[in-house]
Protein backbone atom coordinates (compact mmCIF):
# COMPACT_ATOMS: atom_id res chain seq x y z
CA UNK A 1 0.00 0.00 0.00
CA UNK A 2 1.48 3.50 -1.27
CA UNK A 3 1.43 6.63 1.10
CA UNK A 4 -1.43 8.64 1.97
CA UNK A 5 -1.89 11.60 -0.79
CA UNK A 6 -2.37 15.18 0.73
CA UNK A 7 -2.20 17.35 -1.97
CA UNK A 8 -3.92 18.39 -5.55
CA UNK A 9 -2.12 19.54 -8.30
CA UNK A 10 -3.57 22.89 -8.05
CA UNK A 11 -1.84 23.02 -4.15
CA UNK A 12 1.21 21.63 -5.68
CA UNK A 13 0.83 24.59 -8.17
CA UNK A 14 -0.08 27.01 -6.02
CA UNK A 15 2.79 26.38 -2.93
CA UNK A 16 5.59 26.52 -6.05
CA UNK A 17 4.17 30.13 -7.47
CA UNK A 18 5.14 31.34 -3.87
CA UNK A 19 8.84 31.13 -5.30
CA UNK A 20 8.21 34.01 -7.77
CA UNK A 21 7.73 36.06 -4.72
CA UNK A 22 11.00 34.93 -3.57
CA UNK A 23 12.97 35.45 -6.72
CA UNK A 24 11.24 38.78 -7.31
CA UNK A 25 13.59 39.76 -3.89
CA UNK A 26 16.62 37.33 -4.55
CA UNK A 27 17.12 37.23 -7.99
CA UNK A 28 16.43 41.03 -8.51
CA UNK A 29 18.73 41.83 -5.78
CA UNK A 30 21.90 39.39 -5.80
CA UNK A 31 21.82 39.81 -9.67
CA UNK A 32 21.82 44.01 -9.85
CA UNK A 33 22.51 45.44 -6.32
CA UNK A 34 25.93 45.87 -6.62
CA UNK A 35 25.99 47.22 -9.98
CA UNK A 36 23.56 49.61 -9.69
CA UNK A 37 25.40 50.84 -6.51
CA UNK A 38 28.81 50.89 -8.37
CA UNK A 39 27.11 51.95 -12.06
CA UNK A 40 24.42 54.21 -11.43
CA UNK A 41 24.68 55.91 -7.43
CA UNK A 42 28.57 55.51 -7.87
CA UNK A 43 29.38 53.93 -4.52
CA UNK A 44 32.53 51.70 -3.70
CA UNK A 45 32.34 48.41 -4.47
CA UNK A 46 34.72 47.25 -1.59
CA UNK A 47 32.59 50.06 0.85
CA UNK A 48 29.69 47.83 -0.34
CA UNK A 49 30.66 44.81 0.05
CA UNK A 50 32.06 44.92 3.71
CA UNK A 51 28.95 47.02 4.63
CA UNK A 52 26.97 43.36 3.33
CA UNK A 53 29.51 41.69 5.18
CA UNK A 54 29.01 43.53 8.18
CA UNK A 55 25.19 42.97 8.12
CA UNK A 56 25.41 39.45 8.18
CA UNK A 57 26.75 39.89 12.05
CA UNK A 58 23.96 41.48 13.01
CA UNK A 59 21.33 39.13 11.11
CA UNK A 60 23.31 35.67 11.57
CA UNK A 61 21.01 34.85 14.20
CA UNK A 62 17.68 35.42 13.46
CA UNK A 63 17.79 32.52 11.26
CA UNK A 64 16.97 30.00 13.84
CA UNK A 65 14.86 32.77 16.04
CA UNK A 66 12.44 32.52 13.71
CA UNK A 67 12.55 29.17 13.31
CA UNK A 68 11.98 28.75 16.67
CA UNK A 69 9.27 31.03 16.50
CA UNK A 70 7.70 28.93 13.64
CA UNK A 71 7.74 25.62 15.88
CA UNK A 72 5.94 27.72 18.88
CA UNK A 73 3.51 29.68 16.73
CA UNK A 74 -0.27 28.13 16.60
CA UNK A 75 -2.70 29.90 14.90
CA UNK A 76 -5.72 29.72 12.53
CA UNK A 77 -3.29 29.97 9.67
CA UNK A 78 -0.96 27.10 11.21
CA UNK A 79 2.10 27.54 12.19
CA UNK A 80 4.34 28.93 9.11
CA UNK A 81 1.51 30.49 6.91
CA UNK A 82 0.87 33.41 9.19
CA UNK A 83 5.07 34.39 8.88
CA UNK A 84 5.29 34.13 5.18
CA UNK A 85 1.98 36.13 4.95
CA UNK A 86 2.75 38.89 6.80
CA UNK A 87 6.71 38.98 6.69
CA UNK A 88 6.52 39.36 2.64
CA UNK A 89 4.98 42.77 3.20
CA UNK A 90 7.91 44.26 4.99
CA UNK A 91 10.22 42.54 1.76
CA UNK A 92 8.28 44.59 -0.34
CA UNK A 93 9.18 47.76 1.15
CA UNK A 94 12.30 47.27 1.50
CA UNK A 95 13.42 45.69 -1.81
CA UNK A 96 11.59 49.04 -3.00
CA UNK A 97 13.89 51.08 -0.25
CA UNK A 98 17.02 49.96 -1.61
CA UNK A 99 16.91 50.34 -4.87
CA UNK A 100 15.77 53.64 -3.90
CA UNK A 101 18.44 55.51 -2.25
CA UNK A 102 18.61 59.27 -2.73
CA UNK A 103 20.44 60.62 -5.47
CA UNK A 104 20.78 63.99 -3.00
CA UNK A 105 22.50 62.89 -0.33
CA UNK A 106 26.03 62.73 0.41
CA UNK A 107 27.64 59.29 0.00
CA UNK A 108 28.08 58.26 3.90
CA UNK A 109 24.25 58.85 4.60
CA UNK A 110 23.52 57.11 0.87
CA UNK A 111 25.92 53.83 2.58
CA UNK A 112 23.50 54.36 5.93
CA UNK A 113 20.41 54.02 3.95
CA UNK A 114 22.00 50.93 1.93
CA UNK A 115 22.94 49.46 5.09
CA UNK A 116 19.79 49.72 6.74
CA UNK A 117 17.22 48.59 4.27
CA UNK A 118 19.36 45.88 3.55
CA UNK A 119 20.06 44.59 6.61
CA UNK A 120 16.24 44.53 7.39
CA UNK A 121 15.41 43.03 4.26
CA UNK A 122 17.65 40.43 4.95
CA UNK A 123 17.80 39.89 8.91
CA UNK A 124 14.20 40.41 9.31
CA UNK A 125 11.69 40.13 6.58
CA UNK A 126 13.13 37.90 3.68
CA UNK A 127 14.13 35.35 6.87
CA UNK A 128 10.77 34.96 8.40
CA UNK A 129 8.89 34.92 5.22
CA UNK A 130 11.46 32.37 3.76
CA UNK A 131 12.07 29.33 6.30
CA UNK A 132 8.25 29.77 6.89
CA UNK A 133 8.09 29.27 3.01
CA UNK A 134 10.36 26.06 3.08
CA UNK A 135 8.91 25.01 6.38
CA UNK A 136 5.49 24.77 4.56
CA UNK A 137 7.37 21.17 2.72
CA UNK A 138 6.57 19.11 5.94
CA UNK A 139 3.80 20.80 7.50
CA UNK A 140 1.18 20.81 4.74
CA UNK A 141 1.86 16.95 3.69
CA UNK A 142 3.77 13.45 4.75
CA UNK A 143 4.22 12.12 1.60
CA UNK A 144 7.90 11.88 0.37
CA UNK A 145 6.74 11.89 -3.38
CA UNK A 146 4.70 14.94 -2.42
CA UNK A 147 7.48 17.13 -0.74
CA UNK A 148 9.76 15.98 -3.73
CA UNK A 149 7.36 17.39 -6.31
CA UNK A 150 7.00 20.68 -4.13
CA UNK A 151 10.40 21.33 -4.37
CA UNK A 152 10.33 20.53 -7.93
CA UNK A 153 7.26 22.79 -8.73
CA UNK A 154 8.86 25.33 -6.30
CA UNK A 155 12.30 25.74 -7.90
CA UNK A 156 10.88 25.84 -11.29
CA UNK A 157 9.26 28.95 -10.79
CA UNK A 158 12.55 30.38 -8.98
CA UNK A 159 14.10 29.43 -12.17
CA UNK A 160 11.66 30.56 -14.55
CA UNK A 161 11.63 33.96 -12.51
CA UNK A 162 15.04 34.33 -12.40
CA UNK A 163 15.24 34.03 -15.47
CA UNK A 164 12.90 36.76 -16.50
CA UNK A 165 14.56 39.00 -14.20
CA UNK A 166 17.69 38.59 -15.53
CA UNK A 167 16.51 38.77 -18.99
CA UNK A 168 14.58 41.96 -18.93
CA UNK A 169 15.98 43.99 -16.50
CA UNK A 170 18.59 45.73 -18.08
CA UNK A 171 16.07 46.38 -21.00
CA UNK A 172 13.11 47.36 -18.46
CA UNK A 173 15.45 50.16 -17.13
CA UNK A 174 16.34 51.81 -20.04
CA UNK A 175 12.89 51.44 -21.03
CA UNK A 176 11.85 54.03 -17.86
CA UNK A 177 14.83 55.83 -19.44
CA UNK A 178 17.49 54.86 -17.19
CA UNK A 179 19.29 56.12 -14.26
CA UNK A 180 18.34 55.91 -10.46
CA UNK A 181 14.85 56.75 -11.02
CA UNK A 182 14.27 53.60 -13.28
CA UNK A 183 15.69 51.33 -10.83
CA UNK A 184 13.35 52.80 -8.31
CA UNK A 185 10.39 52.18 -10.68
CA UNK A 186 11.42 48.59 -11.95
CA UNK A 187 11.78 47.52 -7.54
CA UNK A 188 8.49 48.84 -6.85
CA UNK A 189 6.55 46.55 -9.71
CA UNK A 190 8.56 43.95 -8.80
CA UNK A 191 7.74 44.47 -5.16
CA UNK A 192 4.07 44.57 -6.03
CA UNK A 193 4.14 41.60 -8.09
CA UNK A 194 6.29 39.32 -5.57
CA UNK A 195 3.23 40.56 -2.82
CA UNK A 196 0.05 39.64 -4.68
CA UNK A 197 2.07 36.45 -5.78
CA UNK A 198 3.13 35.63 -2.08
CA UNK A 199 -0.33 35.93 -0.56
CA UNK A 200 -1.89 33.62 -3.79
CA UNK A 201 0.72 30.97 -2.38
CA UNK A 202 -0.12 31.22 1.37
CA UNK A 203 -3.95 30.48 0.89
CA UNK A 204 -2.90 27.97 -1.95
CA UNK A 205 -2.01 25.15 0.86
CA UNK A 206 -3.36 24.37 4.41
CA UNK A 207 -1.21 23.20 6.93
CA UNK A 208 -2.13 19.59 8.64
CA UNK A 209 -3.20 19.49 12.65
CA UNK A 210 -0.31 18.83 14.84
CA UNK A 211 -2.11 15.49 16.01
CA UNK A 212 -1.83 14.78 12.05
CA UNK A 213 1.49 15.93 11.35
CA UNK A 214 3.27 14.21 14.09
CA UNK A 215 1.52 11.25 14.72
CA UNK A 216 4.08 7.93 14.26
CA UNK A 217 4.29 4.25 13.87
CA UNK A 218 6.89 5.13 16.27
CA UNK A 219 5.33 6.89 18.40
CA UNK A 220 4.72 5.03 21.17
CA UNK A 221 8.54 4.20 21.11
CA UNK A 222 10.08 7.53 20.82
CA UNK A 223 7.83 10.08 23.00
CA UNK A 224 8.03 13.87 21.74
CA UNK A 225 9.79 15.17 24.90
CA UNK A 226 8.91 18.47 26.52
CA UNK A 227 9.07 21.61 24.96
CA UNK A 228 12.57 23.50 24.41
CA UNK A 229 13.94 27.25 23.86
CA UNK A 230 15.67 28.32 21.70
CA UNK A 231 19.27 27.44 23.03
CA UNK A 232 17.85 23.57 22.95
CA UNK A 233 17.07 24.32 19.52
CA UNK A 234 20.53 25.42 18.20
CA UNK A 235 21.82 22.46 19.88
CA UNK A 236 19.76 20.29 18.20
CA UNK A 237 20.76 21.63 14.89
CA UNK A 238 24.16 21.45 15.78
CA UNK A 239 23.75 18.05 16.74
CA UNK A 240 22.34 17.21 13.44
CA UNK A 241 25.60 16.07 11.35
CA UNK A 242 22.78 16.24 7.75
CA UNK A 243 21.79 19.83 9.09
CA UNK A 244 25.54 20.96 9.08
CA UNK A 245 25.81 19.59 5.84
CA UNK A 246 22.93 21.31 3.86
CA UNK A 247 23.57 24.04 5.72
CA UNK A 248 26.59 23.89 4.18
CA UNK A 249 25.75 23.13 0.63
CA UNK A 250 23.17 25.53 0.72
CA UNK A 251 25.91 28.78 1.72
CA UNK A 252 28.04 26.89 -0.87
CA UNK A 253 25.33 27.20 -3.22
CA UNK A 254 24.50 30.47 -3.04
CA UNK A 255 28.55 31.46 -2.94
CA UNK A 256 28.02 29.82 -6.30
CA UNK A 257 25.36 32.11 -7.22
CA UNK A 258 27.21 35.14 -6.58
CA UNK A 259 30.21 34.56 -8.89
CA UNK A 260 27.66 33.49 -11.33
CA UNK A 261 25.99 37.09 -11.17
CA UNK A 262 29.00 38.63 -11.32
CA UNK A 263 28.40 37.80 -14.79
CA UNK A 264 27.33 40.88 -15.65
CA UNK A 265 30.98 42.42 -15.28
CA UNK A 266 32.38 39.59 -17.53
CA UNK A 267 29.66 40.13 -20.47
CA UNK A 268 30.55 43.95 -20.34
CA UNK A 269 34.21 44.18 -19.79
CA UNK A 270 35.73 40.67 -20.60
CA UNK A 271 32.93 39.60 -23.71
CA UNK A 272 32.18 43.38 -24.46
CA UNK A 273 28.71 42.76 -24.65
CA UNK A 274 25.77 42.98 -21.31
CA UNK A 275 23.33 41.79 -23.08
CA UNK A 276 24.72 38.59 -23.52
CA UNK A 277 23.89 38.03 -19.65
CA UNK A 278 20.46 37.38 -20.57
CA UNK A 279 21.40 35.01 -22.90
CA UNK A 280 23.51 33.15 -20.12
CA UNK A 281 20.70 33.43 -18.03
CA UNK A 282 18.59 31.29 -20.08
CA UNK A 283 21.73 28.21 -20.64
CA UNK A 284 21.73 28.20 -16.87
CA UNK A 285 17.46 28.08 -16.13
CA UNK A 286 15.91 26.65 -18.97
CA UNK A 287 18.38 23.37 -17.99
CA UNK A 288 17.94 23.74 -14.36
CA UNK A 289 13.61 23.42 -15.32
CA UNK A 290 14.29 20.54 -17.12
CA UNK A 291 16.02 18.63 -14.89
CA UNK A 292 13.43 19.56 -12.31
CA UNK A 293 10.46 18.55 -14.45
CA UNK A 294 11.92 14.77 -14.22
CA UNK A 295 13.27 15.08 -10.81
CA UNK A 296 10.35 13.12 -9.00
CA UNK A 297 10.79 10.45 -11.55
CA UNK A 298 14.05 9.96 -11.24
CA UNK A 299 13.61 9.82 -7.57
CA UNK A 300 11.56 7.10 -8.07
CA UNK A 301 13.78 5.35 -10.47
CA UNK A 302 16.83 5.58 -8.18
CA UNK A 303 15.31 4.48 -5.28
CA UNK A 304 15.94 8.04 -3.51
CA UNK A 305 17.14 11.46 -3.68
CA UNK A 306 21.35 10.43 -2.50
CA UNK A 307 22.75 9.13 -5.67
CA UNK A 308 20.64 11.63 -8.05
CA UNK A 309 21.93 14.13 -6.04
CA UNK A 310 25.84 13.54 -6.47
CA UNK A 311 25.72 12.18 -9.97
CA UNK A 312 23.75 14.99 -11.29
CA UNK A 313 26.86 17.60 -9.26
CA UNK A 314 29.46 14.93 -10.97
CA UNK A 315 28.23 16.38 -13.98
CA UNK A 316 28.15 19.93 -12.85
CA UNK A 317 31.46 19.73 -12.40
CA UNK A 318 32.22 18.03 -15.33
CA UNK A 319 30.06 21.02 -16.96
CA UNK A 320 31.74 23.99 -15.21
CA UNK A 321 35.22 22.49 -16.23
CA UNK A 322 34.38 22.91 -19.98
CA UNK A 323 33.28 26.45 -19.16
CA UNK A 324 36.54 27.19 -18.34
CA UNK A 325 37.79 25.37 -21.36
CA UNK A 326 35.85 26.88 -23.82
CA UNK A 327 36.63 30.23 -22.28
CA UNK A 328 40.20 30.81 -23.01
CA UNK A 329 39.40 29.26 -26.29
CA UNK A 330 37.21 32.43 -26.94
CA UNK A 331 34.43 29.95 -28.13
CA UNK A 332 30.88 31.81 -26.06
CA UNK A 333 28.77 29.44 -27.98
CA UNK A 334 30.85 26.40 -26.08
CA UNK A 335 30.84 28.72 -23.16
CA UNK A 336 27.16 28.65 -23.46
CA UNK A 337 26.79 25.09 -24.00
CA UNK A 338 28.87 23.97 -21.36
CA UNK A 339 26.96 26.04 -19.17
CA UNK A 340 24.23 24.24 -19.59
CA UNK A 341 25.40 21.18 -19.09
CA UNK A 342 26.67 22.27 -15.78
CA UNK A 343 22.95 23.76 -14.52
CA UNK A 344 21.31 20.53 -15.62
CA UNK A 345 23.49 18.73 -13.40
CA UNK A 346 22.68 20.76 -10.61
CA UNK A 347 19.16 20.84 -11.06
CA UNK A 348 18.22 17.50 -8.95
CA UNK A 349 19.45 18.79 -5.75
CA UNK A 350 17.45 22.11 -6.31
CA UNK A 351 14.20 20.00 -6.50
CA UNK A 352 14.67 17.59 -3.82
CA UNK A 353 16.57 20.01 -1.40
CA UNK A 354 13.38 20.65 0.77
CA UNK A 355 12.61 17.03 0.84
CA UNK A 356 16.14 16.41 2.39
CA UNK A 357 15.34 19.12 4.54
CA UNK A 358 12.14 17.26 6.25
CA UNK A 359 14.36 13.95 5.96
CA UNK A 360 16.77 15.75 7.89
CA UNK A 361 14.24 17.28 10.74
CA UNK A 362 13.35 13.34 10.92
CA UNK A 363 16.46 12.28 11.67
CA UNK A 364 16.42 14.82 14.50
CA UNK A 365 13.37 13.33 15.79
CA UNK A 366 14.03 9.85 15.55
CA UNK A 367 17.73 10.46 17.62
CA UNK A 368 16.08 12.95 19.86
CA UNK A 369 12.49 12.48 20.30
CA UNK A 370 12.16 16.20 19.21
CA UNK A 371 10.53 18.18 16.69
CA UNK A 372 11.97 21.35 15.20
CA UNK A 373 10.57 21.37 11.76
CA UNK A 374 10.77 24.90 11.44
CA UNK A 375 13.94 25.43 13.10
CA UNK A 376 15.27 23.04 10.79
CA UNK A 377 14.33 25.07 8.11
CA UNK A 378 16.36 27.76 9.09
CA UNK A 379 19.00 26.21 6.92
CA UNK A 380 17.02 27.75 3.60
CA UNK A 381 17.61 31.28 5.22
CA UNK A 382 20.88 31.24 6.74
CA UNK A 383 21.96 29.57 3.04
CA UNK A 384 20.52 32.80 1.19
CA UNK A 385 21.60 35.04 3.49
CA UNK A 386 24.87 33.74 4.19
CA UNK A 387 26.16 32.42 1.17
CA UNK A 388 23.88 35.23 -0.98
CA UNK A 389 25.22 38.17 1.37
CA UNK A 390 28.79 36.89 1.81
CA UNK A 391 29.65 36.11 -1.88
CA UNK A 392 28.02 39.27 -2.93
CA UNK A 393 30.44 41.16 -0.43
CA UNK A 394 33.46 38.70 -1.72
CA UNK A 395 32.48 39.62 -5.24
CA UNK A 396 32.97 43.59 -4.41
CA UNK A 397 36.12 43.00 -2.48
CA UNK A 398 37.62 41.47 -5.30
CA UNK A 399 36.66 44.03 -7.88
CA UNK A 400 37.76 46.56 -5.29
CA UNK A 401 41.10 44.79 -5.31
CA UNK A 402 41.28 44.61 -9.17
CA UNK A 403 41.23 48.24 -9.32
CA UNK A 404 37.34 48.14 -10.91
CA UNK A 405 36.06 51.95 -11.64
CA UNK A 406 32.68 52.21 -12.75
CA UNK A 407 33.27 55.14 -14.22
CA UNK A 408 35.41 53.55 -16.99
CA UNK A 409 34.31 51.81 -20.11
CA UNK A 410 37.85 49.85 -20.59
CA UNK A 411 38.89 48.41 -17.03
CA UNK A 412 42.61 48.05 -16.45
CA UNK A 413 44.22 44.25 -16.49
CA UNK A 414 44.26 43.73 -13.64
CA UNK A 415 40.23 43.58 -13.04
CA UNK A 416 39.59 41.63 -16.27
CA UNK A 417 41.86 38.68 -14.85
CA UNK A 418 39.70 38.99 -11.51
CA UNK A 419 36.32 39.05 -13.29
CA UNK A 420 38.05 35.32 -15.33
CA UNK A 421 39.12 34.05 -11.70
CA UNK A 422 35.65 35.11 -10.10
CA UNK A 423 33.41 33.86 -13.18
CA UNK A 424 35.31 30.90 -14.64
CA UNK A 425 37.51 29.48 -11.54
CA UNK A 426 35.64 29.99 -8.96
CA UNK A 427 32.66 28.17 -9.58
CA UNK A 428 34.66 25.36 -10.84
CA UNK A 429 35.96 25.02 -7.13
CA UNK A 430 32.91 25.55 -5.20
CA UNK A 431 30.74 22.97 -7.41
CA UNK A 432 33.49 20.11 -6.78
CA UNK A 433 33.42 21.24 -2.93
CA UNK A 434 29.17 20.50 -3.13
CA UNK A 435 29.83 17.01 -5.14
CA UNK A 436 31.93 16.05 -1.88
CA UNK A 437 29.82 17.15 0.74
CA UNK A 438 27.04 15.38 -1.34
CA UNK A 439 29.15 12.42 -1.61
CA UNK A 440 28.35 12.46 2.80
CA UNK A 441 24.78 13.19 2.56
CA UNK A 442 23.02 9.92 2.38
CA UNK A 443 20.26 10.29 5.58
CA UNK A 444 17.56 8.68 3.75
CA UNK A 445 19.48 5.21 4.76
CA UNK A 446 20.33 6.54 8.06
CA UNK A 447 16.47 7.60 8.80
CA UNK A 448 15.70 4.02 7.34
CA UNK A 449 18.21 2.07 9.14
CA UNK A 450 17.40 3.62 12.87
CA UNK A 451 13.57 2.96 12.35
CA UNK A 452 14.32 -0.68 11.57
CA UNK A 453 16.03 -0.63 14.95
CA UNK A 454 12.86 1.07 16.65
CA UNK A 455 10.99 -1.90 14.80
CA UNK A 456 12.86 -4.55 16.33
CA UNK A 457 13.52 -3.57 19.37
CA UNK A 458 11.55 -4.92 22.61
CA UNK A 459 8.93 -2.42 24.05
CA UNK A 460 9.71 -1.42 27.20
Known amino acids: MGEKTYLKWYNKIGYGSGDIA ?80 PTSWGSTAQYIWFFITYTLLNGVFYTANNIAYSALTSLVTKNSKERVQMGSYRFIFAFSTSLFIQSVTIGFVA ?28 FSVKELSEEELYEKEWEEKKPEGEKFGLAEAFKLLIANKFYLMICGVYILQQLYGAMINAGIYYMTYVLKNENLYGVFSWAINIPLIIALIFTPTLVGRWKGMYKLNLRGYMLAV ?143
Request: overall charge positive; some cysteine; charged content about 10%.
Open 318 to 460: VGRGLVVFAAYQGSVALMLLFTAVAALGQGPWQGDMNAVIASCSEYTYLTKGKRVDGTMYSCTSLGVKVGGGIGTAIAGWMLEFSKFDGKLAVQPDSCIRMLHVMYLWLPLAINLVIMLVLSRMNVEETNAKIKASLSSSPEV
Open 22 to 101: GNVVYAFLSSFVMIYLTNTIGLSAGIVGTLIAVSKLFDGFTDIFFGSMIDRTHSKLGKARPWMLYGYIGCAVTLAAIFAV
Open 175 to 202: MCKGGAAAWRTVAIVYAVIGLIVNTISV
